[in-house]
C-alpha cells in the first residue's frame, strides 16, 4: 500500500512562487522507496491531465515538461519521504488541479505518461491571478 498526500496549494500572484508537497506513506513504499519514480501531473478545467515533472527517488534525476521547464523545480527529500513542486513565476496557464503520483517500476521512474503511475493523491488546487 502506498498513500499519497499533497499540500500547498492555492492562489499565487503572476510572479510569485508557491511549494507543493506531497508525503508518501505505507509499507510498501516505505521498503522500496529506492525503486520508485515519483511525478506531479496537472489538470486544468475541461483539459486533460498533463505531465508536469518527474523525479527518481534513488538519486533525484529529475526531467520536466517543456512548458514548465526552467520555472519549475522538482525535488525529494529522503527523511521526510516528500517530494516538491516548487512554482517559480507562474503564469495564468499554470492554473490546475495538481497530482502527486508514484510509479513502483525504477526502469520507467521518470515516466511521463500517467499509466504508469499506479498511485495517486488526491489533488491540490493551484489558482494563479494576476
Known amino acids: 500500500q502506498v498513500q499519497l498526500v499533497e499540500s500547498g496549494g492555492g492562489a499565487v500572484q503572476t510572479g510569485g512562487s508557491l511549494r507543493l508537497a506531497c508525503v508518501a506513506s505505507?509499507?510498501?513504499?516505505?521498503?522500496?522507496?529506492?525503486?520508485?519514480?515519483m511525478a506531479w501531473f496537472r489538470q486544468a478545467s475541461g483539459k486533460e491531465r498533463e505531465f508536469v515533472a518527474a523525479?527518481?527517488?534513488?538519486?533525484?534525476?529529475?526531467t520536466y515538461a517543456d512548458s514548465v521547464e526552467g520555472r519549475f523545480t522538482i525535488s525529494r527529500d529522503n527523511a521526510k519521504n516528500t517530494v516538491y513542486l516548487h512554482l517559480y513565476s507562474p503564469i495564468s496557464a499554470d492554473t490546475a488541479t495538481y497530482s502527486c503520483?508514484?510509479?513502483?517500476?525504477?526502469?520507467?521512474?521518470?515516466?511521463?505518461?500517467?499509466?504508469?503511475?499506479?498511485?495517486w493523491g488526491q489533488g491540490t488546487q493551484v489558482t494563479v491571478f494576476s
Open positions: 523525479i527518481k527517488w534513488r538519486n533525484g534525476e529529475p
Open positions: 503520483a508514484a510509479n513502483p517500476r525504477e526502469w520507467a521512474s521518470l515516466s511521463r505518461s500517467p499509466g504508469d503511475y499506479s498511485h
Open positions: 505505507g509499507p510498501t513504499f516505505e521498503y522500496n522507496r529506492f525503486e520508485y519514480g
